[in-house]
């Protein structure tokens, strides 16, 4: 199934209500420096495109650049490695978030139960950990409270290393925004927001990939 | 589907074994000999091919010899060719559910699916209520009716059961045996080809004899899951429904293209649509039961802030790690309740929740303890430990060969008196405040008989089996109550 590039899946998804960086989408290394001014550094630095769809695994990500001459050099690199296959490309420009802690979410379908909204535990040992929770669109706004609280790991979600609690109201408007996306959007197959940054206690989400039918 | 079309299967006005059998290990007389061994006190008919007595019932070979208008329910045992005939005569008679326990059909191929599909049409032609095919029976205690190939046939109460696996219905009606907390009605639902468990749960829910609903399911049909979900969930908005899922292990994750998709498996997506509907899930078939018949004999806890109340030290410390574990919170101990509690007990009390009364326990302080703990405006819910101690040591005097001299018979009468008082207590304080208090002890399972726990068990109570297993029964009734209470439902 067709992929949405980051940026089209954020448009997507970000007219629900979906909360994602400010951040610019560009074609050249010179402009790519402009953004990055105007966003204020450090920056992050990503090669996009409708064929793209796993971009840290090809090495398309580029984290942390703190300089304008550290954007231009990646900015440079990343539209070199882009291949035929990829089609047309842009380089989206964020501004770089810290975060401790990351959670996870998404639509998937089941086969048995139609579309579900997910809501787990992020990060790299996300799939190792499992810590989801599901839940049949639509959603109310009471399951989406109570999927938070189904999370086993529900403790991270205090206060934390010194920040603050989670804003729950904000992450069950990002679970009632993907629902009221599936609902109104039935071409849309599958979506990912990974990882769902926790930036000040409210929820962020610096990935995004849509796939559509 | 109408209740009517139910009571035709649950409260029949008689009852015909089709295909009785002189045979006492065939279906055809297991079935006709529960039926008149446990009570049912409407008339009784069967078939049989010779026509020969069976059990003292004149059988007749042809249903079409049977009276009119006074028989609502048949029993199948007839093979499945002979079924279209037995039913379209059924039908005549004014007979509107059948049970078929016959085998043969959906589990048995291309050709059992195919003639299972037919008989639904069959029977939704003749306006006949099809519970199975390949089913174990039917069990409805209000009408003493036990419609069914295995045992036992329990006692009465508000449990509504209704399952995929017929032995399963065993093993929950064994259950209630044991316990003494009673069934309504149960069903194995069979090959579910006409009704289903989410039907047999929505009778329930409606069912001025059932309290509480008991389900085991194995899956759920490819393209079914929806409806499964909006079912599960009105029912779920009128009556507590406990469920337990087969297989929930063989669906494992799939490859996905999305992070979201590899983290779904058929497990997590099925325990978030109970989650949703309100359905409390089990994980074990012991664990529905218990979770059933706390549902089934104590009010929900209105909040989730539990006092646990013990006799002796360490049952309250591992109950309090158990509740660690779960979405109740044991409070720290108002000061106001312990001061109060300070004025009934000897200062070694532990001052604080659990609330270990450390050898204080007497036939004045059990009662006054439990009415403060549980009469407290910060106490939802309460968890009693450690009766039948008494009593159980008085049992060695009992069997022992010093009974009864030496003053035996008299401390043993005392012991035994205590313990059903702290039993009876515990029963007072639930009643008088409307909150659950749960009482755990070992000895249900280990000495049934002990005055403590046949105290509860008369009073209609269930006596936990263990402080962990009542800590989960009232985890569920919580998570209950706050599923009603978010969406305005009490």
């Excluded at chain 1, 629900?16 to 402009?31: C, L, M, R």
């Excluded at chain 2, 007749?60 to 079924?83: H, M, Q, S």
């Excluded at chain 2, 302080?365 to 040591?393: C, K, M, R, W, Y």
Aim: glycine letters at 12%; aromatic letters at 6%; hydrophobic letters at 45%.
């Amino acid at each position: 199934m067709p992929t949405l590039s980051e940026a089209g899946s954020k448009e997507l998804l970000g007219a629900f209500g979906v909360p994602f960086p400010s951040e610019q989408v560009v074609t050249t290394a010179d402009a790519a420096v402009e953004a990055a001014g105007a966003l204020g550094y450090p920056v992050v630095v990503k090669l996009g495109g409708d064929a793209i769809a796993h971009k840290t695994e090809r090495g398309l990500v580029r984290l942390d650049l703190g300089t304008p001459e550290a954007v231009q050099a990646a900015a440079e690199a990343l539209l070199g490695a882009a291949t035929p296959d990829d089609g047309e490309v842009h380089l989206l420009v964020a501004p770089m978030l810290r975060a401790t802690r990351e959670l996870i979410a998404g639509l998937h379908h089941d086969e048995q139960f139609g579309m579900t909204v997910m809501l787990g535990v992020g990060g790299i040992l996300a799939e190792a950990v499992a810590d989801v929770a599901f839940r049949l669109v639509p959603l109310s706004a009471d399951d989406a409270d109570e999927m938070i609280d189904d999370l086993d790991t529900r403790a991270l979600l205090g206060e934390f290393r010194g920040e603050p609690a989670v804003d729950r109201a904000a992450v069950a408007a990002v679970l009632l925004g993907l629902s009221r996306a599936a609902g109104e959007r039935p071409d849309i197959a599958s979506a990912d927001l990974n990882p769902l940054l926790i930036v000040d206690g409210r929820p962020v989400a610096v990935d995004a990939l849509v796939e559509v039918r | 589907m109408s209740g009517d079309r139910f009571r035709a299967l649950f409260d029949p006005r008689g009852v015909l074994v089709a295909g009785a059998s002189t045979h006492p290990g065939k279906f055809g007389f297991v079935a006709l000999h529960n039926i008149l061994a446990c009570g049912y006190q409407g008339k009784v008919y069967a078939t049989n091919r010779d026509g020969v007595e069976v059990l003292g019932v004149r059988t007749v070979p042809d249903v079409a010899d049977l009276p009119d208008g006074e028989i609502d329910l048949v029993f199948v045992c007839t093979p499945a060719a002979a079924n279209p005939d037995v039913l379209r005569a059924c039908a005549k008679k004014g007979i509107t559910a059948a049970f078929v326990a016959s085998a043969g059909y959906g589990e048995a191929g291309d050709d059992g699916r195919r003639i299972q599909d037919e008989l639904v049409a069959l029977c939704d032609e003749l306006g006949i209520l099809l519970a199975g095919p390949n089913g174990q029976g039917v069990v409805s205690t209000p009408a003493e009716l036990c419609a069914q190939i295995v045992g036992p046939y329990p006692p009465r109460g508000r449990i509504g059961i209704a399952s995929q696996s017929g032995n399963f219905v065993s093993s929950f009606q064994n259950y209630a045996a044991q316990t003494g907390v009673g069934v309504s009605r149960a069903v194995s639902a069979g090959n579910a080809a006409a009704v289903t468990v989410p039907d047999y749960l929505d009778y329930f829910a409606d069912d001025p004899e059932t309290g509480v609903g008991l389900a085991y399911v194995e899956g759920v049909g490819i393209g079914e899951g929806r409806a499964v979900y909006e079912r599960l969930r009105r029912v779920a908005e009128r009556m507590p429904v406990v469920l337990v899922k087969g297989g929930a292990t063989a669906g494992g994750q799939r490859a996905a293209a999305s992070h979201t998709g590899s983290l779904a498996s058929d497990d997590n997506i099925f325990d978030g649509m109970c989650r949703q509907a309100g359905v409390q899930r089990a994980a074990t078939i012991e664990q529905a039961f218990d979770v059933a018949a706390t549902f089934a004999t104590q009010p929900l806890p209105k909040g989730n802030r539990v006092a646990v109340v013990s006799t002796a030290g360490g049952w309250g410390v591992v109950t309090a790690d158990a509740l660690t574990a779960t979405s109740l919170d044991l409070i720290a101990l108002p000061d106001d309740l312990r001061t109060a509690i300070d004025r009934e007990l000897p200062p070694r009390w532990s001052r604080n929740n659990p609330i270990d009364m450390a050898g204080g326990e007497t036939r004045d302080t059990v009662p006054a303890v439990l009415d403060l703990v549980a009469g407290h405006p910060g106490v939802d819910a309460i968890i009693f430990l450690g009766i039948g101690i008494q009593s159980n040591e008085a049992k060695l005097m009992r069997g022992g060969r010093f009974w009864p001299g030496e003053g035996l018979e008299r401390i043993v009468a005392y012991h035994e008196r205590q313990d059903a008082r702290f039993a009876q207590a515990a029963i007072d304080a639930g009643e008088r405040t409307g909150k659950p208090v749960l009482v755990a002890t070992e000895l249900a399972v280990a000495s049934p008989d002990n005055p403590g726990v046949a105290t509860l068990r008369a009073a209609g109570k269930l006596c936990h089996a263990s402080a962990n297993r009542a800590v989960v029964a009232l985890d569920h009734m919580w998570q209950r109550s706050r599923w009603l209470q978010r969406r305005g439902l009490v």
